[in-house]
């Protein structure tokens, strides 16, 4: 990938993905960019376009499984201030994509606007939260959503007001759309108010989650109507094992990886889970997770 010298921006070459996810597992990313700012963005997709290379942004990595083999083409971080950067305006709170999630909510907190704290406990960045529309029984990133600037693929920019980001339960239809910031209407409260509801809802994800292990969060979708975790307790499949993941004790849709654990030891346990919970309730669990491996061995099904 020589085109990407150049770039006037940060080139790494072989970059570990264990290192940039929650689950701390994975091979590495033959390249990683951060770009300085948008026309800089703008250039790498569309170079990236033309030679047919793929794209993947990376936010915190909280909801990637990154496989043994790693990822080719191009891996991209929004992390320089161009993308980072939380500002207010009455009502109204501004992020980049590439903000912390955390930070913005906590930042909503302190200035008694509320709408966010719903999010409480929930990693990521902001973009990576409206792409999957994060959230969980308390609320979902979209419902205060007023719009988000996007990238395409071919480096043009759109303003999508939230009614046109196809909004579902943990979907959008951003496809390979880029969030570059994105816009939150608020409502001004006592800040003690929302702060007392954040913390709620942080203790209630602190005392069924596991969230002090590497895991990434809810392994599988819900199913409508039920609850993946329920099944996958009722499979009694609660502290299975493959290699050195483990499926959680606390709570069932969790996969938890314990020290040496690898990508594949996840993706059989993951298998495992779904013959199961198949053949016991006729239901087939749908990944919440990103998997990511190489275009040439696509061979789990995502
Ligand atoms: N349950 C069990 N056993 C378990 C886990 C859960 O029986 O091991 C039962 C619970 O007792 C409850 C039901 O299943 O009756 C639902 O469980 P919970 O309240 O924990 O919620 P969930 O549906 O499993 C969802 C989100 C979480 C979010 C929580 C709380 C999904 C897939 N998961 O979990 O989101 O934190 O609500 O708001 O939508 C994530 O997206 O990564 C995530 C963790």
Excluded at 280 to 298: C, N, S, T, Y
């Amino acid at each position: 990938m020589d085109w990407l010298n150049g770039f006037d921006s940060r080139v790494d070459v072989d970059v570990p993905l264990s290192e940039h996810t929650w689950f701390g597992l994975g091979g590495t990313a033959a390249r990683m960019v951060s770009p300085r700012d948008e026309p800089q963005l703008a250039a790498l997709v569309q170079q990236a376009q033309a030679r047919g290379v793929p794209v993947r942004v990376l936010g915190s990595g909280a909801n990637v499984l990154v496989s043994d083999a790693g990822v080719d083409g191009v891996v991209v971080r929004l992390n320089e201030p161009a993308f980072t950067t939380v500002s207010f305006d009455g009502e109204v709170a501004t992020a980049g994509g590439g903000a912390d999630l955390m930070k913005l909510c906590s930042a909503c907190v302190d200035r008694g606007l509320s709408g966010l704290e719903c999010m409480a406990g929930i990693p990521g960045t902001v973009g990576g939260a409206i792409r999957m529309n994060a959230g969980g029984r308390f609320g979902e990133i979209s419902g205060c959503l007023e719009d988000a600037r996007v990238m395409q693929p071919t480096g043009a920019v759109d303003v999508l007001a939230r009614d046109r980001i196809g909004f579902g339960y943990r979907r959008s239809n951003l496809g390979r759309a880029i969030v570059l910031s994105a816009r939150f209407r608020l409502r001004r409260c006592r800040a003690d108010d929302v702060r007392a509801r954040f913390r709620e809802y942080w203790r209630f994800k602190k005392a069924s989650q596991p969230m002090a292990e590497c895991s990434a969060g809810c392994i599988f979708k819900n199913p409508p109507g039920d609850s993946a975790g329920r099944l996958i307790d009722q499979a009694g499949l609660k502290g299975r094992t493959r290699g050195l993941a483990r499926v959680s004790e606390r709570h069932a849709n969790f996969i938890v990886a314990d020290d040496g654990a690898t990508a594949t030891d996840v993706l059989e346990l993951v298998d495992e889970i779904r013959s199961a919970v198949q053949e016991k309730f006729g239901i087939l669990l749908d990944l919440e997770i990103e998997v990511w491996q190489p275009a040439a061995a696509r061979s789990y099904a995502v």
